[in-house]
C-alpha cells in the first residue's frame, strides 16, 4: 500500500499509508486462491467470511464485500488499519507459506472506506431480529468492545444504550491511536452506522459515580462492562515524579481527544521536548514517539528493555517510527530520573539489560541487568509507556463483581461476571488488541442472549 515519504509525513498528523486504488485492490484481491478449507478464517477472532467478502471484491461488487464483511465486524475501516493482522488471520493464509500471504488487513480497509464512501447505512446491510423486540441493554463503555457488543445485541432486536465517562464515543480508538494512523473521521463514520442500527449513545457518565451500576442494572436488567484498561503504568523508579515526565496515555489524550495536534485551532497545554525518551516497546510508546516528533521534538529516543524482536508493537509500527527518525534503544532500562533545582527532568540514568534465555517463554524471556553498566542519558521529557492496568473504577465501586489479583473482572466461559445479568469482556477482562476486544465482546453479547431467553 502506497505510504506518504516519511520526511513529509512526520510533519503533520495527516494519515500514513494511502489506501487501495481500484485497481489495486483487484490485483489483491485477485492472488486469494478461494481455499476450500480458509484457514484465514481460523486466525479472526470475529470470525469474517474471508474468502467470501475477497470473491466480492475481485468481482467489482463492492456493497456485497461491505454486506459479508459487516454481518460479523462492524467496525472494518477501522480494523483494516489498526488489527495485527500479520499475527492473526494473514499468519494462517496459505499463500504465505512460500509468498506474501493475501493483505486481508488492506482489503479490509479498501471495503470499509468503500462503505463509507459510499455512504452505506445499517438499513442497507442489516436485518435486525425479531426475537428480542422489547428487551433492553445497557453497555458501560464505548471501545472496540462496547461497540461491538451494542452492535451484536441491536442486532438482535435488543434496545440498547451505550454510556461513555468521555465526551467523545471510540475509547482507545479516538483518545490513544493518533489521527496519523487512524483518522477521527473514520471513527466517526463507523458510529455513525452503530447509531443508524438505533443504538443510542450516552456521553460523559462515569458509571459506578454519575450511576452506579446497580442502577444501571435495576433499568436495563442485562449489562455490558467493557471499560477497558486506562490505567497507566511507572516505573517505580526515583525521580519520576519530576515535571514533563509524562505517562503515554495523558500524552495522547491531550494530542487526540483535545485536539493538540491541531494547533492553532486548538489551544490544548502540551509540553514537548527537545530531547525526548519514551520509554516502553508497545504500539503505545510508537504512537507516542511519533507524536512527540510531529509536534517538533529534535530527537526521540525509544528506550526499551529487551531486544527489537520482543517489542510488541506491531512490526509496520516500529517501521515507520524508525523511518520517520525514531531512534531505538534496545536492551536498555532506566533505574532513575535525574531533575533540575525547578523540578524539571533533566536526564535519565539506565542500565544495559541482557535476554534470558532460559524461561519457558524465550520470546518474551525476561531480561537481567548486566553489571556495571550504568551511564546517563540527557532528557528534558520522558514518555512512559510501559503498560497499562484495568479501569478500577467500576470493579472499586461494585464490590459485588468479582475481580483477581490484577484487577481483571472474573468472568465465566459466556463472560458472564459474578454478578447474574453483567457481562464483561475487552481490556478489563485481559484482552490487548482491539480485535480480541471485539472477539470476546461476540462472544459475551451471544451469551448475554443465552441469557435473555433464560438458557443461561
Ligand atoms: C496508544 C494505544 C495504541 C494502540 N494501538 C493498537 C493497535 O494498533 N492495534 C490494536 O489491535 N490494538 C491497539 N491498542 C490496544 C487496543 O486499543 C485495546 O486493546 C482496545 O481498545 C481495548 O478495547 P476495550 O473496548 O476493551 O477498551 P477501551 O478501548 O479502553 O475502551 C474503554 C472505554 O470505556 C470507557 N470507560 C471506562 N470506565 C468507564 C466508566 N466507569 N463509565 C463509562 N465509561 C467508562 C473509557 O473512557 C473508554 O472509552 C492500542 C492501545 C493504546 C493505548
Ligand atoms: S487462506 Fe489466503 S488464499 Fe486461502 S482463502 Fe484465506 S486469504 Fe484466500
New binding site residues.
Given amino acids: 500500500m502506497a505510504e506518504r515519504a516519511p520526511r513529509e509525513r512526520a510533519k503533520d498528523f495527516n494519515p500514513v499509508t494511502l489506501g487501495y486504488t481500484k485497481e489495486e485492490a483487484a490485483r489483491e484481491a485477485a492472488r486469494c486462491i478461494q481455499c476450500k478449507k480458509p484457514l484465514c478464517v481460523d486466525g479472526c477472532p470475529v470470525g469474517i467470511r474471508i474468502p467470501e467478502f475477497i470473491k466480492k471484491l475481485a468481482e467489482e461488487d463492492y456493497a456485497g464485500a461491505v454486506r459479508i464483511l459487516k454481518d460479523k465486524n462492524d467496525l472494518p475501516a477501522i480494523c483494516g488499519r489498526?488489527?495485527?493482522q500479520e499475527t492473526q488471520c494473514e499468519a494462517l493464509c496459505v499463500l504465505g507459506k512460500k509468498n506474501q500471504p493475501v493483505a486481508i488487513g488492506d482489503l479490509e480497509r479498501f471495503v470499509g472506506d468503500w462503505a463509507i464512501g459510499s455512504a452505506m447505512s445499517a438499513s442497507d446491510t442489516v436485518s435486525k431480529q425479531k426475537m428480542f423486540e422489547g428487551r433492553k441493554a445497557a453497555v458501560?463503555?464505548?471501545?472496540?468492545?462496547?461497540l461491538t457488543c451494542a452492535g451484536n445485541l441491536a442486532r438482535a432486536g435488543v434496545d440498547v444504550t451505550v454510556?461513555?465517562?468521555?465526551h467523545l464515543f471510540?475509547?482507545?480508538?479516538r483518545y490513544?491511536?493518533p489521527e496519523f494512523?487512524l483518522p477521527g473521521r473514520i471513527i466517526e463514520s463507523e458510529l455513525r452506522y452503530l447509531k443508524n442500527m438505533g443504538i443510542h449513545f450516552v456521553s460523559n457518565?462515569?458509571?459506578?459515580r454519575t450511576i452506579s451500576v446497580d442502577e444501571i442494572m435495576k433499568e436495563y436488567g442485562l449489562v455490558f462492562i467493557?471499560?477497558?484498561?486506562?490505567l497507566p503504568k511507572f516505573l517505580g523508579v526515583p525521580g519520576e515524579n519530576f515535571n514533563f515526565i509524562y505517562s503515554?496515555?495523558e500524552f495522547?489524550v491531550r494530542i487526540n481527544m483535545m485536539h493538540a495536534f491541531d494547533f492553532p485551532n486548538y489551544d490544548t497545554p502540551i509540553y514537548v521536548g527537545k530531547k525526548v525518551a519514551v520509554i516502553g516497546g508497545g504500539?503505545?510508546a510508537m504512537?507516542a514517539a511519533r507524536s512527540a516528533l510531529r509536534l517538533g521534538a529534535q530527537e526521540v529516543t525509544l528506550v526499551y528493555r529487551r531486544s527489537e524482536n520482543e517489542m510488541p508493537a506491531?512490526r509496520v509500527?516500529a517501521a515507520h517510527a524508525r523511518e520517520e527518525g525514531v531512534k531505538f534503544m534496545m536492551l536498555t532500562q532506566p533505574v532513575e530520573f535525574l531533575g533540575n533545582e525547578k523540578g524539571f527532568v533533566r536526564a535519565m540514568e539506565c542500565v544495559r539489560m541482557e535476554l534470558c534465555r532460559e524461561g519457558d517463554d524465550s520470546l518474551r524471556c525476561a531480561s537481567s541487568p548486566s553489571s556495571d553498566s550504568h551511564f546517563i542519558i540527557p532528557v528534558d521529557m520522558v514518555i512512559v509507556a510501559v503498560g497499562?492496568l484495568p479501569?478500577p473504577?467500576?470493579p472499586s465501586l461494585t464490590p459485588e463483581l468479582k475481580t483477581d489479583a490484577h484487577g481483571y473482572l472474573v468472568i465465566d466461559s459466556d463472560f458472564m461476571t459474578s454478578v447474574p445479568g453483567i457481562f464483561a469482556g475487552?481490556?478489563?477482562v485481559g484482552?490487548?488488541?482491539?480485535?480480541?476486544?471485539m472477539g470476546m465482546a461476540k462472544k459475551a453479547s451471544e451469551g448475554m442472549l443465552r441469557y435473555l431467553s433464560g438458557e443461561k
Avoid: H, K, Q, Y
Avoid at 471510540?170 to 480508538?173: C, E
Fill in positions: 489498526v488489527c495485527p458501560i463503555g464505548s471501545g472496540p468492545a462496547g454510556f461513555e465517562s468521555l471510540g475509547g482507545v480508538l490513544g491511536i494512523r457518565v462515569l458509571a459506578g467493557g471499560t477497558g484498561a486506562g503515554a496515555n495522547l504500539n503505545t504512537d506491531r509500527e497499562l479501569n473504577v467500576v475487552g481490556d478489563i484482552g490487548d488488541t482491539v480485535i480480541e476486544a
